[in-house]
């Protein structure tokens, strides 16, 4: 198969969908792979790397697209990329379409074969190519949020794990998935008092078995959230039911009632975020502020740290991106249903129930199409 590697276009995204070794492997196994020049320079991936691993380079986007039958990049395609795919070719990165109604109209119209990093499952259960970016995320949450608690940055001026004789401030963890967990491990390590909330009791009695009493886990209704959000300074939204619009847990009446120059970190963004007052900002102004509250709502966090992320999307992307290679989307998809639930806009439908069910629009089951 050709497959196309273009760079990614979005606001301080350097991230990029195949790092010379997964080259490599395409290569190895009989395909051919073009790069467009440039792709990875920013983290350090040259043109001779992806040489030396059997890449062919192209001069721009444009001849990527025009040239090959799969595109593997980062993030959702942006206007301009959506326009250069045709009927057929395979779209494989990340989509996020359930809060998109003009990228889904996009792909609907460009005929393509979209499949979203995000809603493939994993045999072991969970979504395996979800998880490195959500644990670079969750991770980068209490740093940016302990960052934005600083008085320069318009938060209250507190320190995060505080001082002796001075109580450390409070992080609220939203979601006890692998964004909570990862931010959890971050904050405790800071020394904040950490409280997570999730309804699912059995992931709060893991945490609990870990982390013992150096976290509180609480169930989450409306009234934990409520009195959770009330004392924090620090509010990380790492919630997430697959593929839908993130429910909102925070009303703009409860933004309105926490204290003055604490910090939310919406996480959950890229689903459309899990607070009423957010809205997605990129690295160059990542913050807004609304009645005296930092809001953070970066859509594509993990571009930040570029290099690593890069690494860890490519462990757990390639696998997939080989067997697409190797059979063809159709007999790759009804060998694997856990690739299967990854197909969310294909020959001009919408193949994913929660996608279709947040656009209200008709909702075409993958088989169908195979
Ligand atoms: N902004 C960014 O750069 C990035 C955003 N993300 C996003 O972060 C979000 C979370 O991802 P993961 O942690 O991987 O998902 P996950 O599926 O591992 O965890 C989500 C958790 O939310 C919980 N949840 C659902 N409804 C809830 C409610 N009403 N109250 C409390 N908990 C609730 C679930 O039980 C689950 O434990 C996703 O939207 C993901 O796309 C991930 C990576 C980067
Ligand atoms: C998951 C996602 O949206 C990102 O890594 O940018
Ligand atoms: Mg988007």
């Known amino acids: 198969m050709r497959i196309g590697l273009p760079q990614e276009i979005k606001n301080h995204e350097y991230r990029v969908g195949l790092t010379p070794a997964s080259v490599r492997e395409l290569t190895h196994a009989g395909h051919s792979v073009l ?6 320079a920013a983290i350090g991936l040259s043109d001779e790397q992806y040489l030396a691993a059997g890449a062919t380079l192209a001069a721009d986007a444009a001849e990527v697209f025009a040239k090959s039958e799969m595109i593997v990049k980062v993030k959702e395609p942006q206007p301009q990329e959506c326009a250069m795919l045709r009927p057929g070719q395979i779209l494989y990165t990340y989509l996020h379409l359930a809060p998109d109604p003009e990228q889904t109209e996009a792909l609907i119209r460009s005929g393509a074969i979209c499949i979203a990093y995000e809603t493939i499952t994993g045999p072991g259960g969970g979504l395996p190519l979800l ?50 967990t990862h931010a959890l491990q971050m904050a405790v390590g800071l020394g904040a008092r950490v409280t997570v909330l999730d309804k699912n009791i059995d992931r709060l009695r893991q945490l609990d078995l870990v982390f013992g009493n150096r976290i509180h886990t609480v169930y989450s209704n409306v009234q934990s959230v409520e009195e959770a959000v009330l004392d924090a300074d620090l509010v990380i939204g790492g919630v997430l039911i697959p593929g839908a619009a993130a429910p909102k847990l925070v009303t703009r009446t409860l933004v309105g009632r926490m204290k003055k120059g604490a910090v939310l970190v919406d996480v959950a963004i890229d689903q459309g975020g899990c607070f009423e007052t957010s809205h997605a900002t990129t690295h160059a102004e990542p913050t807004f ?12 966090m993990p571009g930040a740290v570029a290099r690593t ?19 063809g989307w159709k007999q ?24 279709a069910q947040a656009l209200g629009r008709a909702y075409v089951g993958a088989d169908t199409l195979l």
């Open 332 to 355: 790759a998809l009804k060998d694997n249903a856990h690739l299967k639930n990854g197909l969310n806009v294909a020959e001009g439908k919408v193949t994913y129930e929660a996608v």
């Open 131 to 180: 998880a490195p970016m959500s644990e670079v995320a969750g991770r980068m949450a209490v740093q940016a949020g302990a960052a934005h608690l600083e008085k320069s940055k318009g938060g209250m001026g507190v320190l995060l794990g505080g001082v002796p004789g001075v109580p450390a401030g409070h992080c609220v963890i939203l979601g006890a998935g692998v964004v909570g």
């Open 35 to 40: 790069v467009q020049s440039g792709a990875g």
């Open 289 to 300: 502020m609304v009645d005296g509250v930092v809001h953070y709502c970066v859509a594509n």
């Open 309 to 327: 992320s890069t690494f860890a999307l490519n462990n757990a992307t390639i696998a997939h991106a080989l067997t697409l290679a190797n059979k």
